[in-house]
């Protein structure tokens, strides 16, 4: 049975039969908002842009990688150039949708990152997710005018999912309403084994520039 993260809440990556979670996807679905135009006889669909993103960190909490859309330069800012593949090849990136799902959901995630925790490099110690709002003039507004925003963590490939390891609705969350960045959750090695803390803060960041900064100084320990 699917877990339905609460914030705060740590889990061991143990399925059902007790085999340990090492080969997953981490993905963030979304929609489109339709809304109601002339009198409610037509109706016109604003495209919405959330952008997936991880930062991960050795053991003193020092940035070892990055993965976020490489349609972020931020190279002005003194930040890494944004791709979709971790230097060890242990996560990937599916690619960036600008749009969400144009006609309901159909049920697959419109960006994933791919997790194999078995090829992870020894030096990473956790990997931290968070998810933000494309600062853009399509959509100005926040996660709860979002329909059926949500995260989850599950077994499969971009385009099957096979079972639901544990999710987070972060549409209906009362912390996300009036924001626009979350700091998801953090993969983190204790003991030998990868576990997973579901952080879920929720900020107004206005761009990704401050949520990486954010996760940086706040998140990395």
Excluded at 29 to 39: C, D
Excluded at 172 to 201: H, P, Q, S
Aim: charged fraction near 25%.
């Amino acid at each position: 049975m699917a877990i339905n993260l609460e914030k705060g809440q740590r889990i061991n990556l143990e399925k059902d039969g007790g085999q340990k979670l090492t080969n997953f996807c981490v993905g963030c679905n979304w929609g489109a908002i339709t809304k109601k135009t002339f009198f409610g006889l037509s109706t016109s669909v604003v495209d919405v842009d959330l952008d997936l993103s991880c930062l991960l960190f050795d053991a003193n909490g020092e940035v070892v990688d990055h993965i976020w859309s490489p349609e972020y330069n931020l190279s002005a800012l003194k930040l890494p150039h944004g791709k979709l593949d971790s230097l060890d090849r242990a996560l990937h990136h599916t690619g960036d949708d600008r749009k969400g799902d144009q006609n309901g959901d159909d049920g697959l995630d419109n960006e994933i990152i791919t997790v194999d925790l078995n090829r992870v490099s020894s030096e990473i110690h956790s990997i931290v997710f968070f998810l933000n709002i494309y600062n853009n003039d399509k959509y100005k507004g926040d996660f709860s005018g979002i329909p059926y925003a949500s995260i989850r963590m599950y077994e499969g490939t971009p385009s099957k999912v096979n079972s639901v390891f544990a999710s987070y609705n972060v549409a209906t969350k009362t912390e996300c309403v009036g924001k626009r960045a979350l700091i998801m959750g953090k993969l983190y090695r204790r003991n030998g084994e990868w576990k997973f803390n579901a952080i879920g803060d929720a900020f107004e960041d206005p761009s990704i520039v401050h949520t990486i900064v954010r996760v940086i100084q706040d998140y990395s320990k």
